[in-house]
């Protein structure tokens, strides 16, 4: 009687396996993009489709009026200038706190490993503090602070929130990309007569692109899609886009207009998915670099 050998029936397992690898992974991919499909396709239908077609359903004539009102007159609260002032407000204020927590976190990172103190490990550990310190918890000093230096309810205050809400990460991320380096090359350069900034420069920040990038980015990505600070820190007119998002989507109307709502909420995500699927690759190539290690 004849029997298949452990070779021949080895490749069948191994497409068996990847079969259901794959069926697993696109039945999890479909799960998660599905929400997505459902809010494109609602901001292209008209409100007589939304009400009377699928949820699932492609719309019959795709139209982006729901998206041109979103952006320039749809209404939040007694102000109808649509999601524009508020996507600015939050380009102005992502901008300068993401380039300055990372900035910071980059030489306190270079500081805690290189250039290490007394006490430099227990600073450390109080930094590490912060990222598990509950953000309700510094809501009521946080504006405290605000009000004496008297940037409260402005865009500057915004950049400073999270300038320090951001630094613990932004110091844990180079700190343990930077162990990573050789020692050597500081000392090296030491002998040469190379001082604190020289290194810093010449040195360590062109060794540091794939950190940088992670930190961009998860910075980035957590400064835009905040909402606790945007609606306890800001003012009339500093609200970030995801205040202005909430605004629209509990603003009464006689008809609640859903497309309207949908690309709203698109807009407000679009740079976040913009950044990931552009760098995307890189922020993984700098997580496996040494970003997370340690």
């Known amino acids: 009687m004849r029997t298949d050998s452990p070779a021949s029936t080895k490749p069948a397992n191994l497409v068996w396996h990847r079969i259901a690898l794959w069926s697993v992974l696109l039945l999890f991919a479909l799960v998660f993009l599905t929400p997505m499909y459902v809010m494109v396709t609602t901001s292209l239908k008209d409100m007589a489709q939304v009400r009377g077609g699928s949820l699932l359903s492609l719309p019959t004539s795709p139209s982006f009026d729901a998206w041109a009102k979103a952006w320039g007159s749809a209404c939040t609260g007694i102000d109808c200038g649509g999601l524009k002032p508020f996507f600015m407000n939050s380009v102005m204020m992502v901008v300068p706190a993401v380039l300055i927590s990372t900035a910071i976190g980059a030489v306190n990172g270079y500081v805690l490993s290189k250039w290490r103190f007394k006490g430099s490990e227990v600073m450390f ?3 590490l503090f912060g990222m598990f310190m ?3 918890v510094v809501l009521l000093p946080m504006s405290q602070v605000l009000g004496w230096l008297g940037i409260a309810s402005s ?17 844990l991320f180079f ?7 050789p020692d050597e090359l500081v000392k090296a350069a030491m002998l040469d007569g190379a001082g604190f900034w020289r290194i810093f ?5 062109p060794l540091s692109t794939p950190i940088f990038v992670v930190t961009l980015i998860w910075q980035f990505t957590n400064i835009w899609n905040d909402f606790l600070f945007g609606v306890v820190f800001s003012g009339g007119d500093s ?15 006689a008809v609640k207009e ?10 407000a995500g679009l740079p976040t998915l913009f950044v990931y699927i552009v760098a995307g690759k ?3 190539r700098g997580l496996t670099a040494g970003a997370v290690k340690g």
Do not use: C, E
Request: aromatic share 12%.
């Open 258 to 267: 859903y497309n309207v709502d949908m690309a709203a909420a698109m807009i």
């Open 155 to 171: 865009i500057w205050g915004l950049v400073m929130v999270h300038i320090v809400a951001g630094l613990p990460s932004t110091t």
């Open 134 to 136: 509950p953000l309700q």
């Open 282 to 284: 890189y922020f993984v």
């Open 201 to 205: 420069w010449r040195i360590i920040v």
């Open 125 to 127: 550990a109080l930094m």
């Open 239 to 253: 609200k970030p886009v995801t205040v202005g998002l909430n605004n629209l989507a509990n603003t009464s109307s």
């Open 175 to 181: 700190r343990n990309y930077y162990v990573g380096l």
